[in-house]
């Protein structure tokens, strides 16, 4: 495994939902076009990702 490789894949839930800092996000997009395990881990967070609002109902805005 390279050197990073954990370093890396702890920042894949913060990668997904688009809360790394532009410096480590190319870092993290690097690894993932090379690293099949972190890629399909990627994609389990972004499905997740993806439903997350479907899990709660909507409350409305309060006025003002």
Same mark, same amino acid.
Not at 2 to 7: S, T
């Given at each position: 495994?390279e050197?990073?490789? =954990?370093?890396?894949? %702890?920042?894949?839930p913060?990668?997904?939902?688009? /809360? +790394?800092? $532009?410096?480590?996000? &190319?870092?993290?997009?690097?690894?993932?076009?090379?690293?099949? =395990?972190?890629?399909? %881990?990627?994609?389990?967070?972004?499905?997740v990702? /993806? +439903?997350? $609002?479907?899990?709660? &109902?909507?409350?409305?805005?309060?006025e003002?």
């Amino acid at each position: 495994m390279e050197e990073g490789h =954990e370093e890396l894949r %702890e920042l894949l839930p913060a990668y997904v939902l688009g /809360a +790394v800092p $532009p410096e480590e996000e &190319e870092r993290v997009r690097e690894h993932l076009s090379a690293c099949d =395990e972190c890629r399909a %881990e990627a994609d389990g967070y972004a499905e997740v990702a /993806a +439903v997350l $609002p479907l899990a709660v &109902e909507p409350e409305p805005l309060p006025e003002g």
